[in-house]
């Protein structure tokens, strides 16, 4: 039950794409249900940019996971007939190897000295740790966002180890606003002072904020978002925000008076 | 010739729409031609969020304006025949009274003191400014993006004091997503340092460089995105990306990682 951890590369340095090398690389992951005899029903389940290995509640006191809804028995990942491996990404530092890990070398965090990775490292370290668990064909890997992506190059770089891939909302690519956006958000958290150039106490709550913000805002249309939070009066919504404005300074001051132009109600509500 | 000001609500204050009161308001305003004897011929033009009321060159050695392409003799804005008129917006800071203007009452900068105002309190100042200068009809109002808003409210508050109206890319309300990312903008700039709660000394540069890029991102659909941003292969970009890195810690790290997935790129160039 909870977290399981295994070290990974003890004999040979793991070698990053972009030539770095790690040694050795732990994994953390949990897992639901029973490996069988032949161990041909394990899935390999991939959590998005801020999931844990903790995919599902273990018992019913147990915190709850990101996907309680489709593991268990019964369920869609139903753990009566499948064993489903949740591992925490490579350099996600929640049980996995990551930068806020003890360096062997040096005896302290890797904190901004640790190597820069990609997907395909991410896919290398969850490949690594299925041989140790002696499965050499998985019945499926599944994951959305950035966890589809690991599952599509799972598809790519170990084909003959999967019998079955499902990308859940994610891209062969990143598109150039997607790009654009996650520069944003990673400016938005080293702009923090609180991230002290990676050498942070206290987290970047702040930066984390806005940058939390700025992903939630690109994970919708502009259709959606105005079916879901279409506004009250300009009279109502005036009001509230001059009362709550904690946001006091130009162009602080010019981005609020665009927001609070709502010509069509005044129009509707006043003439 | 360059910025000219304005005193105006000297004898009474100006009431603002939430109620606060200011007196005096400065407006400062550039113009460009001549008004005609029955100042039938004035043009008032209304620049966007970060403008000013320097729309174009008073001579060759000026500095150049934001609109230098359309103001002038033989231009759109005709100067042979027109008098374009074109305020700073009240709350602007350059040349007209914002945050960092003294409040009379105290001696010192209003900062974070300065009430809120709303797109219908700027142009009410535009119309201010008008009657001083013994205009009683305008020939037009044109603005693009926030100026286009007020451009609007001109057409609604004001419609007896204009002759027609050009909103230039600018809606009649702002959109649940652009609320959510003017949020944006205004928490990556309260989250500066340097921003001190509005008592600032630099600017808040990184701040205020992050606002500027989620606007910047806004202003193009997904598809112009792709159109003119698009990537080289992802050997090149993973090379020049790591080596370019100045981003080290996760999510910092997840971010990039996702950024540098491109399978399409890579199936088309290794296999």
Redesign the interface.
């Known amino acids: 039950m909870g977290l399981k951890q295994q070290l990974l590369f003890q004999k040979e340095a793991f070698i990053l794409?972009?030539g770095a090398t790690l040694q050795p690389v732990e994994i953390g992951y949990e897992t639901y249900g029973q490996l069988n005899a032949d161990k041909s029903n394990a899935i390999l389940l991939l959590h998005a940019?801020?999931g844990t290995a903790h995919a599902a509640k273990h018992h019913e006191a147990d915190t709850p996971g990101w996907w309680d809804d489709y593991i268990g028995p019964g369920k869609a990942l139903d753990t009566d007939r499948f064993f489903v491996i949740c591992p925490n990404?490579f350099?996600?530092?929640s049980g996995s190897t990551?930068?806020?890990s003890i360096n062997p070398k040096t005896g302290i965090p890797y904190?901004?000295?640790?190597p820069?990775?990609?997907?395909k490292?991410?896919v290398r370290v969850q490949y690594e740790l299925i041989k140790t668990l002696h499965i050499s064909k998985l019945k499926a890997v599944i994951g959305g966002s950035?966890g589809g992506?690991q599952a599509?190059?799972w598809a790519?770089c170990y084909s003959d180890h999967v019998n079955s891939v499902i990308n859940i909302a994610s891209p062969?690519?990143?598109?150039?606003?997607?790009?654009?956006?996650?520069?944003?958000?990673?400016?938005?958290?080293?702009?923090?002072?609180d991230?002290n150039d990676?050498n942070y106490i206290a987290q970047p709550e702040?930066?984390l904020?806005?940058?939390r913000?700025?992903g939630?805002?690109t994970y919708?249309t502009?259709e959606l978002?105005?079916k879901?939070?279409?506004?009250f009066t300009v009279a109502e919504s005036?009001?509230s925000?001059?009362q709550k404005?904690?946001?006091?300074?130009?162009?602080?001051?010019?981005?609020?008076?665009?927001?609070?132009?709502?010509?069509?109600?005044?129009?509707a509500t006043f003439i």
Do not use: H, W
């Open positions: 794409e972009n940019l801020t990404v350099g996600g530092c990551g930068p806020s904190r901004l000295s640790f820069g990775f990609s997907v490292d991410i950035m992506m599509t190059e790519i062969l690519a990143a598109s150039p606003d997607a790009i654009g956006f996650n520069l944003i958000q990673r400016m938005a958290i080293l702009n923090d002072p991230f990676g702040g930066g904020a806005t940058a913000m700025v939630m805002m919708r502009s978002f105005s879901r939070f279409e506004r005036s009001k925000a001059f404005s904690i946001s006091r300074s130009n162009p602080i001051y010019n981005t609020k008076a665009i927001v609070l132009l709502n010509v069509l109600m005044r129009t």
